[in-house]
């Protein structure tokens, strides 16, 4: 790392007590996105022009639990569009767009597809 912010920093260091920089831990380095989901903290890499890469750390939230498919799910939802029009869009069953949409409101604490929309707004996700 060239620069990294105290706050960068102290995340940091919650999730690896051991770690003692300059490189990222060896977990982060490893990962096959261009993110890193660990236990306390989610990380986001973003490649720069000049070569380096930015890394923005944030502690883990509720958002981050969902797989890949229910937050397409959530995105959808929070657009305002019925389990029947989510199915159609991601070709699957209705049945089965009803069965992510539940996982979805239970996983976020939701009751209201307002609350998911909410959520997704105030990460900058929809």
């Known amino acids: 790392m060239h620069f990294a912010r105290p706050a960068f920093v ?3 260091r919650r999730e690896c007590p051991d770690w003692h920089g300059p490189f990222l831990p060896e ?3 490893k990962m096959q996105e261009d993110s890193y989901i660990g236990k306390e903290v989610a990380i986001c890499f973003s490649p ?6 930015l890394a923005v750390v944030r502690k883990k939230g509720l958002l981050d639990e969902l797989s890949a498919r229910e937050l ?10 019925s389990h ?9 069953a209705p049945a089965t767009a009803r069965n ?5 409101l239970a996983k976020l604490g939701c009751n209201k597809t307002t609350q998911v929309a ?3 707004l105030n990460e900058g996700m929809l």
Not at 72 to 81: C, H, I, M, S, Y
Not at 84 to 92: M, V, Y
């Open 10 to 12: 102290e995340l940091l």
């Open 27 to 29: 977990s982060m380095r």
């Open 48 to 53: 720069q022009n000049d070569g380096l890469c």
């Open 72 to 81: 397409e799910v959530a995105k959808q939802l929070a657009r305002g569009l």
């Open 84 to 92: 029947k029009d989510i199915a159609s869009n991601l070709t699957i």
């Open 100 to 104: 992510h949409v539940a996982k979805v």
């Open 118 to 120: 909410t959520m997704l």
